[in-house]
């Protein structure tokens, strides 16, 4: 005879399993097993689509005993019960993440949530998007991304999770995609100091570029603004993720997230042009430096991603090869470049179009910064004609562009004036922290060597003094003060201190006699006045 162990949750569970009633069970019993085979497969095929399962995953199933299905049946029914304690309905959950306060509570109650939305049949995650449990996941997120504590990572970890699982459906799919800020919002969380959150982003948002048919546009967009919301590149922050240091990073897991999302971004849309523009685009902020800068011996995913975009890199220039007349054109080397599009417009009308725009790039400033921002314009306006979508070329009757190039170009040249003068300066205060490090390495060496040579002049005068020897060095005294400019051209002031100078001859120098100096006369006398 078991004892309920009546105190703790288990014990309490057990005891409401014990007041069900026996006819309780024998209902849900009769229930299924008085399904005639045509209402069987019935409900069978609505649990199918409660479970969210592929056409595949339901083959096996329908080909079961009208005796397994029955005990499928009945094992969905009872596991779709719901939990016993907290909240278990969608419209609860809703009100609860909309009561709470403290992050604590929230993040306990978002990880419910997590678990519900994976287990629970699409029934449930419906009625959750109805409640407006979409629009609270999302306002959470943006508060979790602007709040740096622990609690507020994690609780902005579970909130990336519940859009996944929320998500793994057609109706949570289009919800999102519907949604304004849905994707938007998502991309705000790649930060390459959150790694997990990062990899977890990036696998939602590959699978969404993929997803017709605007999949691949709202994912791009999303990444789009995330960029210019960070004043940077929509790929830097991809290149930032591949080039950090991924010793924290288990199985380079960030790393192959980011080259497979860049393999759905690339390859996703139908438009040759626009592929090329895309990996183009990612190759230029740096995409091939880091494959340069990868281990020799990647991760078997790793490996596998980066031979997707190899392979499709070389179809679509196969495809371009052909597009010219099977002309392979190397779209890295500029002179190649020049040299195809000379060969394609010479002796043809668009030849002098073709050297107007040579003529007018000549004309450009010569200051790098300024010339820059004019190239970059340029290189908007001929992606913008050049991609032109849904196969519709732009309307060339219309020759007037409204653009206020002066104020575009002075604000790019601004901007770009104030990175390049905050480049220099960071570099400057680097190099004086190294001259300040390298002066204080001297200062610190000279200081050695003087204690050096001390302490052996120490021991030099300690071995003198006892082999009784004085130093033959005289000792200086009175040493004169040097003399100032404005003293050398005063007049000489002598030293009574001085002695007189000496009378005596010097003596011979040896081996010379000395020689007497030659009798001198005295003077005559004056003569006597008369």
């Known amino acids: 005879m078991s004892v309920p162990p009546s105190t703790s949750a288990a014990g309490k569970k057990w ?50 005993s009208l005796g397994e299905k029955r005990d499928m049946l009945r094992t969905f029914h009872k596991d779709s019960g719901g939990q016993k304690h907290g909240p278990n309905k969608p419209g609860e959950f809703v009100d609860a993440m909309r009561a709470t306060e403290r992050p604590a509570t929230m993040l306990e109650l978002v990880t419910t949530l997590r678990i519900s939305l994976t287990n629970r049949p699409v029934s449930w995650l419906i009625e959750f998007g ?34 996944k699982a929320f998500m793994n459906n057609r ?58 919301y960070r004043e940077r590149g929509r790929f830097s922050v991809l290149i930032e993720a591949l080039t950090q240091d991924p010793a924290g990073i288990k199985d380079h897991l960030l790393q192959v997230s980011c080259i497979q999302f860049i393999n759905a971004i690339v390859t996703a849309p139908d438009d040759l042009d626009f592929r090329i523009h895309l990996r183009n685009e990612v190759i230029r902020a740096g995409l091939d430096g880091v494959f340069a800068s990868l281990p020799g011996d990647p991760s078997e995913d790793l490996a596998v991603q980066l031979e997707v975009f190899e392979y499709h890199r070389e179809e679509d220039s196969n ?27 010479v002796d043809t009308p668009a030849y002098p179009h073709f050297l107007s725009i040579f003529q007018h790039l000549i004309m450009l400033p010569n200051e790098d910064i300024t010339r820059s921002q004019y190239l970059l314009l340029f290189e908007e306006f001929i992606s913008q004609i050049t991609l032109y979508h849904g196969g519709i070329h732009p309307d060339f009757a219309l ?74 060095v005289p000792a200086v005294k009175n040493v004169p003060a040097p003399i100032s400019t404005s003293a050398a051209n005063a007049v000489p002031v002598v030293s009574a201190e001085l002695s007189p100078p000496s009378t005596e001859a010097p003596p011979p120098a040896p081996g010379l006699q000395p020689v007497s100096p030659p009798a001198i006369a005295p003077p005559p006398p004056p003569p006597m006045p008369g």
Do not use: W
């Open 15 to 64: 005891l409401r399993k014990k007041k069900k009633s026996p006819d309780d069970d024998q209902g849900e019993l009769d229930e299924f097993q008085s399904l005639d085979g045509e209402e069987l497969e019935l409900r069978l095929e609505k649990m199918f689509d409660e479970m969210n399962l592929s056409k595949d995953m339901r083959a096996p199933l329908r080909a079961r």
């Open 130 to 163: 109805s409640a407006g449990g979409l629009d609270v996941l999302i306002s959470l997120l943006k508060e979790c991304q602007y709040v740096i504590s622990a609690t507020h990572h994690k609780l902005e970890h579970e909130c990336v999770r519940c859009l």
């Open 171 to 228: 109706h949570g799919l289009s919800k999102v995609l519907d949604d304004a800020d849905g994707l938007s919002t998502l991309a705000r969380s790649l930060h390459p100091s959150k790694p997990q959150i990062m990899t977890e982003v990036l696998r939602i948002m590959a699978a969404m570029s993929l997803v017709p048919p605007n999949g691949h546009d709202k994912a791009l967009e999303a990444l789009t603004l995330v960029g210019e």
């Open 319 to 345: 495809d371009l090869q052909v597009r010219h007349g099977d002309v392979r054109v190397e779209l890295d080397d500029p002179f190649e470049l020049f040299n195809r599009l000379l060969h394609l417009t």
């Open 399 to 472: 020759r007037k562009f409204d653009i206020d190039v002066d104020a575009f170009i002075e604000s790019a040249v601004s901007k770009a004036t104030m990175d390049d003068a905050v480049q220099r300066a960071d570099k400057l205060l680097q190099r004086m922290e190294e001259h300040d490090k390298a002066a204080v390495e001297k200062e610190r060496k000279l200081e050695s060597q003087i204690a050096e040579l001390k302490a052996q002049l120490d021991v030099k005068d300690k071995e003198l003094g006892k082999a009784g020897v004085v130093s033959s």
